[in-house]
């Protein structure tokens, strides 16, 4: 397990990165200003261009529950395509949460407890990130209040369970405990909600308090620090096979995951290695595919610091896709420049392609995935398969970023055929891209 992370931003090619900005003067963000949501460690975290960042043992004793998270090689799966590529999978599904988000949720619950903090508001879509704080919440005494996504809420009880298990409460968003919540129920009293509006909650009532502070499970850049552990890990154990990926592939809603499989590997590509790094997101939230690179709000209210990324608009409702954790309307700022320099790309897929690809992974491989672990099991198929056509050998690496044993419904939906594909109308982009604020 290393025993430190990898900070992207140290080599990011380009002129450097944008920095946020205050939500009402539009002028770029002091730490003092974000003190009010985050500790000044991660603060710290986030604006460093240090290449190499120790993760104190506190850390890495809890950590040290999980990691290091193997790495298989699918011979099943590469069997029953017939293609002559290798397919590695890194499991993060064996966490206690059963994702990678406890990666960061670990280190924020630590820095933020070591100065003083003893309550933290988050958002949840799926439910992941909501029960690794909740989880990580324990280890050093910090009250944990959630607010997840309304449709995810009512599909996914026992994420719900698990949070309370933790000692978290769980909240339906949008709700009655925050005026931005009543604001949107007073217009929408059916609103199935979306991260944005969660977000939102969940900033509103950090800002109340002195003792709470906000932590978010993806997006920003401390977030994609802890997260490098998955690929850094990735890269050793390849190194012990003798092998090295033609195609990094991760799943990408706000950018966590990819972007700890993806930033190690990008070192790599920057310094000149020939490979590929494919973010894979979903039809119904296309982000990267068929948003715009601008300053937008990371939430509907217009509450936390506007970032620079790959965004579909602050306003953007996403269809109550299974795949919960991937209904963002925005990306992390790294990814998003690694995107527009040219040193990661992404495709987008439809939910019943994917769940083929998640059931044949299934049924060679063993692990059911989640929906969003599911676009990049999809990515890869077709990745392997193209291998076939071409007659090349090609290593594949995908992040296998959480389980799906919590995500039965979906699965029961798409064996009745019940599940549709949906392209977000064009229209409606259109609309939530007008509301972008001007800078």
Known sequence: ??????NILADMPGAPMDPPLNPATKKPMGPDELAALFPMALIEQEVSTQRWIDIPEEI????AIWRPSPLYRAYNL???LGTPARIYFKWEGGSPPGSHKPNTAVPQAYYNAKEGITKLTTETGAGQWGSSLAFAGQFYGLEVRVFMVKVSYEAKPFRRLLMETWGASCIPSPSDKTDVGRSILAE???CPGSLGIAISEAVEEALKRED???????????VILHQSIIGLEAKKQLEKVGDYPDVVIGCVGGGSNFGGIAVPFAYDKINGKDLRILAAEPAACPSITRGVFAYDYGDTGKMTPMLRMHTLGHDFIPPSI?????????MSPIVSKLVEEGIAEAKSFHQRGIFDAAVLFARTEGFVVAPETAHAIKACVDEAIQAKEEGKEKVILVNASGHGHFDMNAYHQYFENKLEDY?????NIRKALEALPKI
Do not use: C, F, I
């Open 1 to 6: 397990m290393p025993r430190q992370w990898y």
């Open 60 to 63: 890495l004793d809890v950590l």
């Open 78 to 80: 590469e069997k029953a």
């Open 188 to 190: 929408d009293p059916e």
């Open 212 to 222: 709470t502070h906000y932590a978010l499970g993806s997006v920003l850049n401390h």
């Open 322 to 330: 299974h795949a919960g954790g991937l209904r963002y309307h925005g």
């Open 423 to 427: 392209e977000y109308p064009e229209e």
